[in-house]
């Protein structure tokens, strides 16, 4: 995602003032995205449809396998699909040439699953997040130094954390990086791919809980990705359920966890819905994972043994074209 100027300019506004566009913000149609195989062309995502409102929250859930991650990555075009629309405040950007995409990327940025792989483990949190400025044509060092620490703090760290390392964070404390990563573009819309589904029960749920203030501050939109309806409960307003690349059920995310009409998706609620799930979990204050932080600064840290596995993992900034700014979770923060 590279826009420059949108980045630091006070004239672009947040996402919440520009929620008053008529329409939907994100719009999806008929989408269909294909894999090549040796048998042939694979359908991963077939004739898929939905809408995310301005400052809306949809999920979509689905086993292991159903397309949702394809999903995710052809919305924020890094797959381009065979056919079908995905209208991003009124342009289609599903065949759009990377040239005229390219203005358009930040306004939609992804977060990660992957707490060890989608940081850069070389990189200061400080450089993580302000990467994506660089990459919007933010030339003043200063300047993105000066946001990346805003959004450190906006995520809940402590400004001692800015020239720390990721392998000196928690999976929690990571995906906090990763959020604030992908916030320093300014985007409408956030593409969470299962971006809690590696963090305890604990970490997911304070987590939720900073996602949810982001959205109550700046009217931002997600669109989140998920396998376990607890967490699906906690964040969407509206959820499709997909099976075999297509979606076999979708409403209010209330109305379809308290009655599922399709009997996959009653599957899927036995199996992901239990009391240890994260309803229940009272999240402790995003100032307690900065306090946590500041008081014992390497405690947290899980570096011995994922922190190498980060190190062979290609660098989150290693999409910078694209609305991507990886951020991850990972374990207790
Ligand atoms: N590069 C690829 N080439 C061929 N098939 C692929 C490729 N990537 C994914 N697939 C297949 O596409 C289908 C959808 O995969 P996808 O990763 O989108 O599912 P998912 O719902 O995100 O699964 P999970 O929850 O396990 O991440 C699966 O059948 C998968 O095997």
Do not use: W
């Not at 629309?85 to 342009?91: A, K």
């Not at 000196?168 to 593409?191: C, K, M, T």
């Not at 203030?213 to 906690?234: C, F, K, M, P, S």
């Not at 074209?321 to 951020?327: E, G, L, N, R």
């Amino acid at each position: 995602m590279t826009d420059n100027t949108a980045v630091n300019t006070p004239t672009d506004g947040t996402a919440a003032d520009r929620a008053s566009a008529a329409g939907p913000l994100l719009s999806v149609e008929d989408l269909v995205v294909e894999y090549a195989t040796a048998q042939g062309p694979f359908k991963a995502v077939d004739r898929v449809d939905f809408e995310v409102p301005h400052g809306g929250s949809l999920a979509v859930v689905g086993e292991s396998g159903c397309g949702k991650s394809t999903l995710a990555r052809a919305l924020v075009r890094l797959l381009k699909p065979v056919s079908g629309r995905i209208v991003l405040d009124g342009t289609d950007i599903a065949t759009l040439p990377e040239r005229r995409l390219r203005p358009l990327r930040r306004r939609v940025q992804m977060v990660f699953q992957d707490p060890y792989g989608s940081l850069d483990p070389h990189l200061t949190a400080q450089q993580i997040v302000a990467e994506p400025l660089r990459v919007a044509g933010v030339s003043d060092r200063v300047q993105r130094a000066r946001r990346a620490a805003e959004l450190i703090d906006r995520v809940g760290l402590p400004s001692s954390a800015l020239d720390r390392r990721p392998p000196e964070f928690s999976g929690g404390q990571r995906q906090r990086i990763g959020i604030a990563r992908a916030l320093a573009s300014r985007p409408d819309l956030l593409v969470c791919d299962e971006a809690t589904s590696a963090l305890d029960v604990s970490v997911q749920a304070q987590v939720l809980h900073l996602l949810r203030e982001l959205q109550a501050d700046t009217g931002i939109a997600y669109l989140v990705i998920a396998h376990n309806l607890g967490v699906v409960r906690e964040i969407s307003n509206d959820v499709v359920v997909m099976r075999a690349g297509r979606v076999v059920e979708r409403g209010p995310t209330a109305a379809v966890l308290a009655s599922p009409a399709d009997p996959y998706t009653r599957a899927l609620r036995r199996a992901s819905l239990d009391p240890t799930t994260i309803r229940g979990v009272k999240p402790r204050t995003v100032l307690s994972a900065r306090a946590a932080l500041s008081a014992a600064p390497d405690a947290s840290s899980p570096s011995a043994s994922p922190a190498s596995s980060a190190s062979t993992s290609p660098p989150p900034a290693a999409a910078p074209a694209s609305p991507a700014s990886p951020a991850s979770e990972g374990n207790r923060s």
